[in-house]
T-cell receptor, first 113, second 112 residues
């Protein structure tokens, strides 16, 4: 079955460390996205990519970085510059188009210890 | 810019009650409209969508009608179950950017 896989499900980071969250999809979707969700909050867009080797900043890109070397993969690195990284991170993919809707992964919960 | 406004939660209902979660929007152009559902600890799932005025999206007993005259896309279900307890997000996307605009989500709690 086609889908989108995020790993790991839980991740612990020491202060000052960079960590990378994985996102892989086998839906042949062109576009991929990263969102951050804090308790009781909505979704905030971090980065998105609509084509391989190209990506755009979202609303809260500071302290994060991404790459899009393959259509299937869109890893997110949370750098030490991100001051408050503890959150639930969601990856999504879609065909490019207003009516297609998103497919989401199951999320990664990142905690700074 | 585009925006989506959802009713504040939590919405608390008894099993078999009728559900309405209000969603209104502002958008340039003619948006596609979506409802997503998020169960605890999981990602969002697309519940239903409508791509033009007067379309009705439906899935798993949930329905929503695209009302252009009132710029609304209210989610309804005739008889909720405990398993419907989740957070529901209304969203829109337009041809300009393809990046959806999400509402803040409405938590639904259904008691036995």
């Amino acid at each position: 079955d086609g889908g989108i896989t995020q790993s790991p499900k839980y991740l612990f980071r020491k202060e000052g460390q960079n960590v990378t969250l994985s996102c892989e999809q086998n839906l042949n979707h062109d576009a991929m996205y990263w969102y951050r969700q804090d308790p009781g909050q909505g979704l905030r867009l971090i980065y998105y990519s609509q084509i391989v080797n190209d990506f755009q900043k979202g609303d809260i890109a500071e302290g994060y970085s991404v790459s899009r070397e393959k259509k299937e993969s869109f890893p997110l690195t949370v750098t030490s510059a991100q001051k408050n990284p503890t959150a639930f991170y969601l990856c999504a993919s879609s065909m490019v188009g207003a009516s297609s809707g998103y497919t989401f992964g199951s999320g990664t919960r990142l905690t700074v210890v | 810019g585009d925006s989506v406004t959802q009713m504040e939660g939590p919405v608390t209902l008894s099993e078999e009650a009728f559900l309405t979660i209000n969603c209104t929007y502002t958008a340039t152009g003619y948006p596609s409209l979506f409802w997503y559902v998020q169960y605890p600890g999981e990602g969002l799932q697309l519940l239903l969508k409508a791509t033009k005025a007067d379309d009705k999206g439906s899935n798993k007993g949930f329905e929503a009608t695209y009302r252009k005259e009132t710029t609304s896309f209210h989610l309804e279900k005739g008889s909720v179950q405990v398993s419907d307890s989740a957070v529901y997000f209304c969203a829109l996307s337009t041809g300009g950017s393809y990046i959806p605009t999400f509402g803040r989500g409405t938590s639904l709690i259904v008691h036995p």
